[in-house]
């Protein structure tokens, strides 16, 4: 089956951190951009952070930077968000989404072009940052 799945959401405190995961099956990762992307009850979605395909550049939310890292492994055709210095509005439904285009700005930037790019969207893991 093609697809992308996420793990790696739990609940912790303020200040933890966690490493979220997207690994994908049926298909290889080296070729697609991987964005990682959290949506929060009565929130519109937000793009969180990117690395692309071409190049590993990685891009990431204002809300974000200093604080989240993403990095790729393609011997295990997973990416990695680690998420440090976590903050009650971390709080969302974080998700992973493949596209063969370089969509990373767009992504960060949450714009609607990435409905229109991106190819595989995982389901979801939770991440609650509460105490």
């Known amino acids: 089956q093609v697809q992308v799945v996420e793990s790696g959401g739990d609940l912790v405190q303020p200040g933890g951190s966690l490493r979220l995961s997207c690994t994908a099956s049926g298909f290889t990762l080296d070729y697609y951009s991987i964005g990682w992307f959290r949506q929060a009850p009565g929130k519109e979605r937000e793009g969180v952070s990117c690395?692309?395909?071409?190049?590993?550049?990685?891009h990431y939310a204002d809300s974000v930077k200093g604080r989240f890292t993403i990095s790729k492994d393609n011997a295990k055709n997973t990416v990695y968000l680690q998420m440090n210095s976590l903050k009650p509005e971390d709080t969302a439904n974080y998700y992973c989404?493949?596209?063969?285009?370089?969509?990373?700005?767009?992504?960060?930037?949450?714009?609607?072009?990435?409905?229109?790019?991106?190819?595989?969207w995982g389901q979801g893991t939770q991440v609650t940052v509460s105490s």
């Open positions: 690395i692309m395909s071409d190049d590993g550049s990685t």
């Open positions: 989404a493949a596209s063969r285009l370089p969509f990373c700005i767009a992504a960060v930037m949450s714009t609607s072009v990435v409905d229109s790019v991106v190819e595989y």
